[in-house]
């Protein structure tokens, strides 16, 4: 039997070009990818049901995580980023070329993919198929069956491993087609269209960007950027304040030794984490930056402050940062 490789990421595009290859008696193995910029509500909601379809069609499910490779094209894209920091094709041609392995591995004959001609800017473009296909050096062996009629002929189409007249002509951002063919299949309970992917929100894009200008792109750093707010206080330190009870926690949890932490002294508020090389400028700032998101009406406002590692901590007492002086340092 013949056997291909799908990406498979529990989007409605990907779910039907999946449907459509099994549909001609062909073996689909799912590969979902995961990044460190995947794990936004959307993305998650995506993830779960990729793997509840993939058992519903009975299909092997292989889950992918891209870490320090994924890393490196955001540092510097070949093809550059999409409108914020999304390095977009790239990313499509590390995919291809990770499925690729698992298509030796599996001895499968192709690769089939979700997208659809025209749906989003720059990767799903025509010249950005080309390059994806050129790039990631399996042209001729990416099928994108939801848009094939509209592209040239792959291999498995000529090899007549796959009948070309099963396949559609989709293009452009309209949803009406897929959600016609999902209703044909019978598929009701997939999720809204959303990309999901953190890199193409603003102000997460912001803070990767400041990571990257400050040579400080690690998977660590990357994991805090998704918690609480977010201030540049120097080159050498940022500060990250928690919004709520459960943030405070998780950047509890995520101190190393070195770390600086900021607590109200008399109660609740947030807490903030300090990172990198700290002066009596910035532990100052630090501590007035606490004080503004402090909700206590106790005057004066005494912030605690301890590097973790240490038995010992010290008390300020600053005045809260006025906003338009918080926003200077915010990211």
């Known amino acids: 039997m013949i056997k291909s490789v799908s990406l498979f990421s529990g989007g409605l595009d990907s779910l039907l070009a999946t449907k459509i290859i099994l549909d001609q008696g062909i073996e689909v193995i799912a590969v979902n990818f995961i990044t460190p910029f995947s794990y936004s509500k959307k993305m998650l909601e995506k993830q779960?049901?990729?793997?509840?379809?993939?058992?519903?069609?009975?299909?092997?499910?292989?889950?992918?995580?891209?870490?320090?490779?994924?890393?490196?094209?955001?540092?510097?894209?070949?093809?550059?980023?999409?409108?914020?920091?999304?390095?977009?094709?790239?990313?499509?041609?590390?995919?291809?070329?990770?499925?690729?392995?698992?298509?030796?591995?599996?001895?499968?004959?192709?690769?089939?993919?979700?997208?659809?001609?025209?749906?989003?800017?720059?990767?799903?473009?025509?010249?950005?198929?080309?390059?994806?296909?050129?790039?990631?050096?399996?042209?001729?062996?990416?099928?994108?069956?939801?848009?094939?009629?509209?592209l040239q002929e792959t291999i498995p189409e000529k090899e007549g491993w796959v009948d070309r007249d099963k396949l559609y002509d989709f293009s452009g951002r309209i949803r009406g087609p897929q959600f016609a063919l999902a209703q044909q299949f019978g598929i009701t309970d997939y999720p809204a269209p959303a990309g999901g992917c953190l890199l193409t929100d603003p102000i997460f894009a912001r803070r990767v960007n400041d990571l990257l200008t400050h040579d400080e792109l690690t998977l660590e750093n990357a994991e805090l950027l998704k918690l609480g707010r977010y201030f540049r206080l120097n080159p050498q330190y940022k500060l990250i304040v928690g919004r709520n009870e459960k943030e405070n926690f998780a950047l509890l949890g995520a101190i190393k030794p070195g770390d600086f932490i900021f607590t109200p002294s008399h109660g609740k508020g947030p807490t903030g984490i300090g990172k990198g090389i700290i002066d009596s400028i910035s532990e100052q700032l630090s501590a007035s930056i606490i004080a503004f998101y402090s909700s206590l009406s106790i005057e004066p406002l005494h912030i605690n402050v301890q590097c973790h590692g240490y038995p010992f901590s010290k008390t300020i007492t600053p005045s809260p940062l006025r906003s338009e002086e918080l926003e200077q340092y915010r990211i």
């Open 48 to 150: 779960n049901y990729a793997r509840t379809m993939s058992q519903k069609m009975g299909i092997e499910l292989i889950e992918m995580t891209l870490r320090e490779n994924f890393f490196e094209i955001i540092k510097d894209p070949k093809h550059g980023y999409g409108k914020n920091l999304n390095p977009c094709i790239d990313c499509k041609i590390l995919m291809l070329k990770q499925a690729y392995e698992v298509m030796k591995e599996k001895g499968a004959s192709f690769i089939i993919t979700g997208e659809v001609l025209s749906q989003r800017p720059k990767s799903q473009f025509l010249w950005g198929l080309h390059i994806i296909d050129r790039d990631s050096g399996l042209k001729g062996l990416i099928l994108r069956p939801l848009s094939a009629k509209l």
